[in-house]
């Protein structure tokens, strides 16, 4: 069964800090895997997309890794601003199809 | 990017009424559009799968006649919630999928639905 597993579930950090989420997936065959940042009550806004031939991406204050072999990806989040208070998705999807897995996101809370 | 569009983007009704969310592609033609529904703190779920001019693809475990989906035009997909019960309310979000397998999905703002 694909599967795609985020941690930390949640997360509260300081205004200026940095931050790494974590995605695990079992879904194979691959084609991409995307993050999405998520604002509470509104519909996921595409961070970065990356194919398994791709190792990082980045968006501005966002760089996502992708590891193809260990079938891992992390989003890294440099100073963090009180707007990045987000839930956070790794979506991932499998080769030959455009019917996406989610995950259950990590929430992330930035305190001033 | 392309804009999608929801319709209303909060609804609250009485147990029993039926509830129409209007899904908007405006500046791409879409000849599909995806369904979801997000429950608090949980993972986007797949509904259905909505094909224009044809009937939709719907998820294990999702009621065709209780969620109707109708795909009347490139740029329009409705879901209506039938005899809406409070275990229907949620969080309803379309997309939008550029290319037959594609790289880019546009997701909508939401539809927020309580059911009294």
């Known amino acids: 069964k694909n599967q795609v597993e985020q941690s930390p579930q949640s997360l509260i950090i300081l205004e200026g800090k940095n931050c790494t989420l974590q995605c695990n997936y079992t879904v194979s065959p691959f084609s991409n895997l995307r993050w999405y940042k998520q604002d509470t009550g509104r519909g996921p806004v595409s961070l970065t997309i990356?194919?398994?031939?791709?190792n990082t991406k980045s968006n501005g204050r966002y760089t996502a890794t992708l590891d193809a072999d260990t079938k891992q990806s992390s989003l890294h989040i440099t100073a963090s601003q009180l707007s990045d208070s987000a839930s956070y998705i790794c979506?991932?999807?499998?080769?030959?199809?455009?019917?996406?897995?989610f995950g259950r996101g990590t929430s992330l809370i930035v305190h001033p | 990017g392309a804009v999608v569009s929801q319709h209303p983007s909060w609804v609250i009704c009485k147990s029993g009424t039926s509830v129409k969310i209007e899904c908007r592609s405006l500046?791409?033609?879409?000849?599909?559009m995806f369904w979801y529904r997000q429950f608090p703190k949980q993972s986007l779920m797949l509904m259905a799968t909505?094909?224009?001019?044809?009937?939709?693809?719907?998820e294990q475990g999702v009621e065709k006649d209780k969620f109707l989906i109708n795909h009347a035009s490139l740029t329009l997909s409705t879901l209506t919630v039938t005899s809406a019960h409070p275990e229907d309310s949620s969080f309803y979000i379309c997309s939008q999928h550029i290319g037959q397998v594609s790289n880019e999905q546009f997701f909508g703002p939401g539809t927020r639905l309580t059911v009294l």
């Open positions: 500046d791409f033609q879409a000849t599909t």
């Open positions: 990356m194919t398994f031939s791709e």
């Open positions: 979506v991932v999807i499998p080769g030959g199809s455009y019917i996406p897995t």
């Open positions: 909505s094909n224009e001019g044809s009937k939709a693809t719907y």
